[in-house]
């Protein structure tokens, strides 16, 4: 006997139905749960951001903190005013002087280095590793960013002013200086 796949719906049919509804409205609501079940993250993140929009709350991880190592401090200083102008952070530390071990081709290095903090919005990380990468002096920057989970609702109402939504972000990197 060959099993297709419409015997098997069919098995599934009888199995499950015995005259109580049609097959039909079967399909029908298994076609409802399985578009529930794809669609249920995207459905939670809007209603996450609509609570958020009527009661006035924090949506976490909307706002991101990148770090960075940079080699001199005019590097950073550099990086950073390119970063601000194109008003793709809302502010810039620049923290002189850190002491970095990593390992380099087979060896253990020590570095002294300027850390970087970028505060962002989460939407832009990708497109700020883009930018940032066109013109780090380093084969392969360390970028890494954390999401922000909660903090001063008034400090993110001034980063969303100072870092506004940018529409063409998906695969445009802005260019670089």
């Not at 409205?25 to 009527?54: D, E, K, N, S």
């Not at 990148?66 to 809302?90: F, S, W, Y």
Request: proline letters at 5%; a neutral charge.
């Amino acid at each position: 006997m060959t099993v297709t796949q419409e015997n098997k719906m069919d098995w599934l049919y009888q199995r499950c139905n015995k005259d109580t509804m049609s097959k039909s409205r079967f399909l029908l609501i298994c076609g409802t749960m399985m578009l529930t079940i794809t669609l249920y993250p995207m459905l939670r993140m809007l209603g996450v951001q609509l609570h958020a929009a009527l009661s006035g709350s924090y949506v976490a991880g909307h706002h991101s903190i990148l770090l960075m190592n940079c080699p001199t401090e005019q590097v950073a200083k550099d990086i950073g005013r390119h970063i601000m102008e194109k008003r793709m952070a809302a502010c810039v530390n620049i923290l002189p002087h850190t002491s970095t071990m990593y390992y380099w081709k087979g060896e253990i290095r020590d570095a002294s280095e300027i850390l970087l903090l970028v505060r962002t919005r989460t939407s832009l990380i990708q497109r700020l590793t883009e930018f940032i990468t066109a013109m780090h002096p380093y084969e392969i920057p360390e970028i890494i960013s954390f999401p922000i989970e909660d903090g001063s609702l008034s400090y993110f109402k001034w980063m969303d002013v100072a870092v506004p939504e940018q529409t063409n972000s998906h695969h445009q990197p802005l260019a670089s200086p």
